[in-house]
């Protein structure tokens, strides 16, 4: 299986907003309401910050938000803070009964 | 609160089998999809598979060949063994929980610190 595809690097302002994009096919991104969002910042392990394509769990800010287009989902962080800066994975679900993670996108927090 | 610690050797010679166990405290095995992930130094986050606690399992296609995920309740842990191990298998692996609600798995929530395995003679 291919692994879901997401812009190497992204950067932005304190304050600003960005959007990390999340690209699969029909048999995964496409097919199913599966999608999370993971933050990892440096020799931690990984945080689940969005379930379910759009859905925040309890205790994470309302600054990050997702969203699903087709075979593409998103990642929004709006008001963004120095905290903020990590690295951001996709995972979904796929047709096979198997799961796969985006190649992961670096965000700077300029 | 549910935590999860992965245990197990650090280094692993080529050619041999890596093995690690997962043992979740806090909370009960059963009932929940378990997973495996892995992470090469400097590389991103590879699925490797999930156990069911009623030992069902799932893997990812590239590593089927290799890799068996296993449960024990009686313990509260879940166990890892990837064979022919090469350099390509060295990285840190994570265990985790999948979110499921009644109908569906949608994410991990709960995730190990993570444990480096290296594979060099």
């Known amino acids: 299986q291919s692994a879901l595809t997401q812009p190497a690097s992204v950067s932005g302002s304190p304050g600003q907003s960005i959007t990390i994009s999340c690209t699969g096919t029909s048999s995964d991104v496409g097919a199913y309401n599966y999608v999370s969002w993971y933050q990892q910042h440096p020799g931690k392990a990984p945080k689940l910050m969005i379930y379910a394509v759009s859905n925040r769990p309890s205790g994470v800010s309302t600054r990050f938000s997702g969203s699903k287009s087709g075979n593409t989902a998103s990642l929004t962080i709006s008001g963004l803070q120095a905290e903020d800066e990590a690295d951001y994975y996709c995972m979904t679900y796929t047709s096979s009964n198997t799961w796969v993670f985006g190649g992961g996108t670096n965000l700077t927090v300029l | 609160q549910v935590q999860l610690q992965e245990s197990g050797p650090g280094l692993v010679r080529p050619s041999e089998t890596l093995s690690l166990t997962c043992t979740v405290s806090g909370g009960s095995i059963s009932n929940y999809y378990w997973s495996w992930i892995r992470q090469p130094p400097g590389k991103g986050l590879e699925w490797i598979g999930y156990v069911y606690y009623s030992g069902s399992t799932s893997y990812n296609p590239s590593l089927r060949s290799r890799v068996s995920i296993s449960v024990d309740t009686s313990k509260n842990q879940f166990s890892l063994e990837l064979s022919s191990v090469t350099a390509a298998d060295t990285a840190v692996y994570y265990c985790?929980?999948?979110?499921?609600?009644?109908?569906?798995?949608?994410?991990?929530?709960?995730w190990g610190q993570g444990t480096l395995v290296t594979a060099s003679s």
């Open positions: 985790a929980r999948y979110y499921c609600t009644s109908t569906s798995c949608s994410a991990l929530d709960y």
